[in-house]
């Protein structure tokens, strides 16, 4: 007899979802705590927060489509809460420019994109047709959001630093690819567990080049600091020979 049954193993993975995806929404706290102190959010950008809360809000209605797809539906209502939050605080300290534009880009999503989504499916598609065609758009946005980091890898190798690629949102966003992806996978939902294949992948790809560029911009930096001490002891006999010809 098998210690676990499909049923058990497709809520212990969709808890543990639940749970390591509510620690990447927190993720952002401090940003928007600097935000609050500084009473602007001048140097920060709105983008991810418009692309997360349309994401959750994309994955609410797909989820409201299916049957018994409560775990699914717990994360991204918290989701959406927590993404309007970060937005509200964003719009409050941005400067005309970014308030602007940040609501051009929520009513672009989530008024517009969203709006389309549920229109077309409602009015064109009946029963499990609808939910495929969410499931699938779904699908499709979850790999653009996964392929996203792409640019920032690519930083990276550039540069060779991880300034911009912090290793425990790195190990957090892959902890939630392979919990949603073993969820998916045993409730057969393949809209679900194929895109966080990738995700999973590329998280991977992020946290092995984090050890192999985290000691790079210090090893360059003590380089350049070995260079610099033959001049310092040149500036020090320097300092020296001055002394002696103020004395003489």
């Given at each position: ?11 212990i993975?969709g808890?543990l979802?639940?749970?390591v ?5 927190l ?6 705590h600097t935000?609050?102190?500084k009473?602007?959010?001048?140097g ?10 349309f994401s959750a ?8 489509l299916?049957?018994g797809?409560y775990?699914?539906?717990t994360?991204n209502?918290i989701?959406?809460?927590?993404e309007?939050g970060?937005?509200?605080m964003?719009?409050i300290y941005?400067?005309?420019?970014s308030?602007i534009?940040?609501?051009c880009?929520?009513f672009l999503?989530?008024?517009g994109?969203?709006?389309a989504v549920?229109?077309?499916?409602v009015?064109?598609f ?5 939910v495929?065609?969410?499931?699938w758009?779904?699908c499709?946005f979850?790999?653009?959001v996964f ?11 550039k ?8 290793f ?13 992806f073993?969820?998916?996978?045993f ?11 990738l995700?999973?992948?590329?998280g991977?790809a ?7 560029y985290?000691?790079?911009?210090k ?30």
């Open positions: 007899m098998a210690l676990f049954s499909v049923e058990h193993l497709a809520f993975f808890l979802g639940n749970v995806s509510f620690l990447v929404f993720a952002p706290m401090p940003t928007f935000i609050y102190k009473k602007s959010s001048e920060f950008q709105a983008l991810p927060y418009s692309v997360a809360f809000s994309l994955l609410l209605y797909y989820a409201f299916k049957t797809a775990m699914i539906i994360i209502g989701g959406c809460v927590i309007t970060y937005l509200l964003y719009i941005a400067p005309k420019k308030k534009f940040t609501m880009l929520i999503f989530n008024v994109g969203l709006g549920v229109a077309v499916s009015l064109a009946h029963g499990p047709k609808r495929s065609l969410v499931g758009i779904c499709i979850n790999l653009a392929a996203a980091p792409f640019s920032i890898m690519r930083r990276v190798i540069t060779k630093s991880v300034e911009y690629m912090p425990t949102l790195s190990l957090f966003l892959t902890l939630c690819a392979t919990m949603w073993f969820y998916g996978f409730v057969n939902d393949y809209y679900i567990a194929f895109p966080n294949i995700g999973f992948l590329f991977i992020q946290m092995i080049l984090y050890f192999i985290k000691n790079a911009k090893e360059g930096e003590s380089k350049f600091e070995l260079e610099l001490e033959p001049n310092k002891d040149i500036e020090k006999n320097m300092n020296l020979e001055e002394t002696k010809d103020q004395h003489v």
